[in-house]
């Protein structure tokens, strides 16, 4: 499988804030790649990057065998870009928009085969203003293969979007996918990640503290199962420590949740039934859970909100 884009050293700095500090990574051609991180991780910074949108102050950057800095107007002619604010005029119809785009390339796939492939038929005329929230996404989407692009970039596509058109546009993605395009991706879903992505670099403070597959990342937590139940009020003193082997406990309101780490010899849901029993806990909605991507992400970024 081809090295599609190849990432080595990448640094961008605006003022006295390192937005991306010194990251290298590669994308395999026919992959979905993504990006996750909180809140000024340096994500979109790094996509633009490779978009050729913004210069970077330091790495190499290497897209379908080009520099993105040097070569932007000869790779945007075979890459598709969705970018995190997108618009277009209030009164421009479906078809219109679809039609223009179509004109600024020397290849463009149909436009009127993938207004029906992505379900805007119905939507033809209809003005931007008037699309809901997944229909506009779908659009973009279908400017952004326009070009008959090898590549696909999709800058937090979903977000803003409720949960039933944020699966539709999960299918598309696989839909592109499925074409034989690689697409790169940026989200603040983690399920998005964990359903879409095959291998996920995880950013935080400009840098990349993880890069691997969603199974092997969620692997390498560590975490074999989790307990989950609800409570009022706290948990007795002495109840952590009372746990066999290694474990932890969050509590959030009435919510609990048990973490305990691989190798147990004793399963930890019958051990936690044991004690709240032996506690006279009175507990209710018990259940267990297996780790995630979330998980994951939690653990390597921490839980403090980020602005």
């Not at 696989?174 to 964990?194: D, I, N, P, S, Y």
């Not at 950013?203 to 503290?209: A, Q, Y």
């Not at 780490?261 to 004793?266: D, E, F, H, S, T």
């Amino acid at each position: 499988m081809d090295t599609i884009i190849q990432v080595e050293g990448l640094r961008k700095v605006y003022g006295e804030t390192i937005a991306v500090d010194g990251i290298s990574f590669h994308v395999q051609e026919g992959e979905i790649f993504g990006m996750v991180g909180p809140n000024g991780a340096g994500k979109t910074t790094t996509i633009e990057c490779l978009e050729g949108l913004r210069k970077p102050d330091q790495g190499k950057i290497r897209v379908l065998d080009m520099n993105p800095a040097r070569d932007g107007k000869a790779l945007r002619k075979q890459v598709g870009m969705q970018l995190q604010q997108s618009n277009l005029p209030d009164r421009m119809k479906v078809w219109e928009a679809l039609d223009l785009y179509a004109s600024f390339y020397p290849q463009s796939t149909a436009w009127q085969e993938l207004m029906a492939q992505l379900g805007l038929q119905e939507k033809r005329n209809a003005p931007f203003s008037k699309l809901s929230g997944g229909q506009k996404q779908r659009l973009f989407i279908a400017l952004a293969l326009l070009p008959q692009p090898q590549l696909v970039f999709l800058d937090e596509l979903t977000t803003g979007l409720d949960p039933q058109a944020r699966h539709i546009i999960w299918d598309l993605v696989r839909e592109v996918q499925a074409r034989g395009k690689t697409v790169v991706l940026t989200t603040h879903f983690m399920e998005e990640a964990e359903r879409l992505c095959d291998r996920i670099a995880i950013l935080d403070h400009g840098k990349i503290v993880a890069l691997d597959t969603p199974a092997n990342l969620i692997r390498d937590l560590g975490v074999e199962e989790q307990v989950v139940f609800a409570l009022d009020g706290m948990l007795p003193p002495g109840f952590e420590k009372a746990l066999s082997g290694e474990s932890h406990i969050e509590q959030q309101g009435e919510r609990v949740v048990i973490h305990a780490a691989n190798g147990r010899k004793v399963p930890l849901v019958s051990e936690v039934v044991n004690l709240l029993t032996q506690y006279q806990v009175k507990f209710r909605d018990l259940h267990t859970e297996q780790p995630n991507l979330e998980d994951v992400f939690l653990n390597l970024t921490g839980r403090q909100m980020r602005e």
